[in-house]
């Protein structure tokens, strides 16, 4: 299993970008996959997940209205088109995948599979 972030780059404040995971080796059934994202000496936090069992969606209140994920399923790729980005946006940004959780979380313990990360950097 293997997943590949990519779509990161360097924007000014109040741009946008798309992020897409490309996920291999397993279906994206009854999954939940999620995109975290890391800001330098800072831990890993959830901004937005989804399940692919039911479509219900999770995003954090940082990001809401602003971001939004998609599933592709007949590409395996899951999406994320962030708009109106901050400064506060910039870090490294994950997509992580489980068949542990039956709802969308934020809990990255709850996650097993991750990609290896896109920087995104937010000048003002």
């Known amino acids: 299993v293997s997943l590949v972030e990519s779509g990161g780059g360097e924007v000014q404040s109040g741009e946008s970008l798309r992020l897409s995971c490309v996920i291999s080796?397993?279906?994206?059934?009854?999954?939940?996959i999620a995109w975290f994202r890391r800001a330098p000496g800072q831990e890993a936090g959830g901004i937005s997940c989804?399940?692919?069992?039911?479509?219900?969606?999770y995003y954090a209140d940082s990001v809401k209205g602003r971001l939004a994920i998609s599933v592709n399923d007949a590409k395996n790729t899951i999406s994320l088109q962030m708009n109106k980005l901050e400064p506060e946006d910039s870090a490294v940004y994950y997509c992580a995948t489980t068949r542990a959780a039956s709802t969308p979380t934020p809990n990255p313990g709850m996650y097993h599979v991750w990609g290896q990360g896109t920087q995104v950097t937010v000048s003002a």
């Open positions: 080796g397993v279906t994206l059934e009854n999954s939940v």
């Open positions: 989804i399940s692919t069992a039911d479509g219900s969606t």
